[in-house]
């Protein structure tokens, strides 16, 4: 099994592969497009993330204990956003994710790219994931 | 006039963003400025900054003749009876709040009832809930139909003898049709009730004649007309503003102070309480002259073509839907809201941006009116009078790149 570390490069490597910000929308809206299987009934409030201006919603399940993300959004690239983060960090157990600064968003320019709100909802997104990983981490 | 030497008023308008030109279709938000506008704030804060009314010193009565010179540029704007009844104040919302407060003290009673449409942007719906919360009275809504019209004849029915005052927008900042504002306030005042007419989005589009549409008060932002932001006006009928209390108090908008009791200042300054913004209201004053010079007939009749290419366009397109739709295109001005068929408009903005195209997506502080339409938001392109044919061509062509990229 790959490394979080090994993961995270092989999406800077994908990222660096565009030189505009255009073909990178298009690489999330891909992203977006292939994220599947969100059910329904799960489109609840409390699985909504807070501070994102779209609606995103976030679900886990633990097995052997890793986490295992599922998501699903209303609007196409953040809907890529976060298959993009939930990509990297579903299969990894909560120590892993809670430790982890996610300075990978960074390396790729994705927040400064981003409109302030949507950046926001960027924050929110990894605020999240993180929150969920601490709160697995207690049980 | 061409447009090619209007956009040369406007420096901003050869930016490049991403490498791209700079197509600028947020006018609605806030208009960009022209040279003239900025030259003038530049030169009172280089060389006319000091406070206005209180010294007698050389740059204070500088800046005071400057600010008072607006105030008079504004009332020949608005065709104000005196200058008493131009108020100067941060922006719309600024004098839509100051009139909810100081009017609901003199007039609005517990069970009394204001009306706003259905249409009309949070700024001018919510000072009124604080009002009605304050003096116990009750909100009424004027409801708009599908295609965004506002159903007035439905206002007989709705006022009562109760109802105080009705607000609505003179051009909504979702919709952009033109609200019938002279029949809105006659029947009003026929059935006893003020009008106060929301001219955000209006000001730019023609103006307001305060005398013959006969509105009771007037709010506007600056910056939507050319003007630096943090300007704004309220106009309000001497009659009613001599009867309202002050919104505010504190310097300048007062006569004398005793601890036993303080008196006011006769208008305007009774409603202008603390420092004002006089470096820049006097920019008021090459703004307004900048929208006449560009009801020019020439530029007008290209800009209507413009709007009428682009309205052709995206009613034309059965993925779109446009919001605020009228047979007769003199009731609309060129500003679109829309939705696409299975795309979501902050995608199609973000991707636009990219593109160099500045839009508004969201909910463009207007929740009730997307609740009417079942949306979550729209995307909104609003043109001016410095944007060309080609930048509408390429607005239309580079949406449907954006849509294909999102199907």
């Known amino acids: 099994m790959k490394t979080l570390e090994e993961i995270k490069n092989e999406v800077i490597d994908d990222f660096s592969m565009f030189d505009e910000w255009l073909d990178k929308y298009e690489y999330l809206i891909e992203l977006g497009k292939k994220l599947e299987g969100y059910p329904e009934s799960a489109k609840t409030d409390d699985k909504l993330i807070k501070g994102c201006q779209s609606r995103v919603w976030l679900d886990c399940k633990v097995e052997d204990g890793r986490l295992f993300f599922n998501a699903d959004s209303d609007a196409i690239i953040t809907k890529g956003i976060i298959s993009l983060l939930i990509g990297v960090y579903s299969g990894r157990t909560p120590s892993e994710i809670a430790e982890d600064d996610f300075s990978f968003v960074e390396n790729i320019g994705l927040k400064e790219n981003l409109s302030p709100t949507r950046a926001n909802g960027l924050v929110s997104m990894i605020a999240t994931i993180k929150a969920t990983a601490e709160k697995y981490g207690r049980e | ?407």
Not at chain 2, 19 to 29: I, M
Not at chain 2, 36 to 64: E, M, Q
Not at chain 2, 142 to 148: E, S
Not at chain 2, 324 to 353: C, N, P, Q, Y
């Open chain 2, 1 to 407: 006039m061409k447009v090619d030497s209007v956009r040369k008023h406007f420096p901003i308008l050869e930016t490049k963003v991403y490498g791209k030109p700079l197509v600028y279709l947020d006018n609605a938000a806030s208009i960009q400025r022209p040279q003239s506008v900025v030259d003038k704030w530049n030169a009172l804060t280089t060389s006319g900054n000091a406070n206005i009314h209180r010294a007698v010193h050389y740059l204070s009565s500088i800046a005071t003749d400057e600010y008072e010179n607006a105030r008079d540029r504004v009332r020949a704007f608005l065709n104000a009876k005196s200058r008493e009844e131009i108020i100067f104040t941060s922006g719309t919302t600024a004098s839509i709040n100051l009139v909810a407060y100081s009017f609901g003290e003199a007039f609005v009673h517990e069970g009394d009832e204001i009306i706003v449409a259905e249409s009309e942007h949070h700024s001018d719906i919510v000072p009124w809930q604080l009002m009605c919360g304050r003096k116990g009275a009750i909100l009424k809504v004027l409801p708009i139909d599908d295609c965004g019209r506002l159903m007035v004849e439905t206002l007989p029915e709705l006022i009562s003898e109760r109802t105080k005052l009705l607000a609505v927008a003179q051009i909504s900042n979702v919709l952009g049709l033109i609200n019938p504002v002279k029949e809105i306030v006659s029947i009003c005042h026929s059935m006893g009730c003020k009008v106060l007419v929301d001219g955000a989005q209006g000001v730019v589009h023609g103006g307001m004649d305060v005398q013959d549409s006969d509105c009771d008060f007037y709010a506007f932002s600056g910056h939507k007309i050319y003007a630096a932001t943090g300007t704004g006006v309220l106009y309000g009928k001497k009659e009613l503003l001599d009867q309202m209390p002050p919104y505010m108090g504190g310097g300048e908008m007062i006569h004398t102070v005793r601890f036993s009791g303080t008196t006011f200042a006769p208008l305007p300054e009774k409603f202008e309480a603390g420092t004002q913004n006089f470096n820049a209201q006097p920019t008021l004053i090459p703004a307004l002259d900048m929208a006449e010079m560009l009801e020019d007939q020439e530029l007008q009749a290209y800009s209507k073509e413009v709007k009428s290419f682009v309205y052709k366009a995206l009613t034309e397109d059965p993925d779109i839907v446009l919001y605020g739709t009228s047979d007769d295109l003199s009731k609309k001005i060129a500003l679109f809201s829309f939705s696409v068929r299975g795309v979501h408009h902050e995608d199609l903005a973000l991707i636009m941006d990219k593109m160099g195209i500045a839009l508004r997506s969201g909910q463009m502080c207007a929740e009730p009116l997307m609740d009417h339409f079942g949306v979550t938001g729209m995307l909104r392109a609003s043109f001016a009078p410095y944007n060309t044919m080609e930048e509408a061509e390429y607005f239309i062509a580079s949406l449907h790149k954006a849509i294909d990229m999102l199907r």
